[in-house]
């Protein structure tokens, strides 16, 4: 092969591998406008995206006024709120997706979880370029 083609070869593969894979990482603002909250439909705002590993969650709400847990698929469910000391409380709680699989969320203030829909479930994918 001459030196030119290796060339030419060697920067398609860096457009085409490295550029995607450093690009499409992406920063997901739970609820968007709304942020964390009551009385919205986070499964509804999951069903339409793609979470691939390396994007990155990021939960906005008041300090105080709500919470996230990182929980299990049975506390997901039952909104068993987990130990105090494992909550995310800063109101701006960024957490990378760093593994493919269903991850789930939930606010651990009053009832939030059980009666006013503050759980959300993503399922990470692995991306696509690699
Ligand atoms: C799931 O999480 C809850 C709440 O933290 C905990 O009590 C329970 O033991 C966990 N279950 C499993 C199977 O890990
Ligand atoms: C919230 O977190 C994001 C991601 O970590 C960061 O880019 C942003 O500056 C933070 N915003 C505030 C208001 O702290
Ligand atoms: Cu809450």
């Known amino acids: 092969m001459a030196l030119y083609s290796k060339q030419v070869l060697a920067f398609l593969v860096i457009i085409g591998v490295v550029l995607p894979s450093v690009t499409l990482a992406t920063e997901f603002i739970v609820g968007d406008a709304s942020g964390w909250t009551t009385n919205f439909d986070y499964k509804a705002w999951a069903r339409s995206k793609v979470f691939t590993v ?3 969650l990021v939960f906005k709400y008041p300090v105080g006024k709500h919470n996230v847990f990182k929980v299990n698929d049975t506390a997901f469910h039952h909104c068993i709120i987990p130990p105090a ?4 409380t800063s109101g701006n709680d960024t957490i990378t997706l760093l593994t493919p699989g269903k991850k789930r969320y939930i606010c651990g203030v009053g009832k939030h979880c059980a009666r006013f829909g503050m759980k959300l479930l993503v399922k990470v994918v692995l991306p696509r370029h690699h």
């Open 54 to 56: 390396g994007d990155k």
């Open 85 to 88: 000391n494992e909550a995310f």
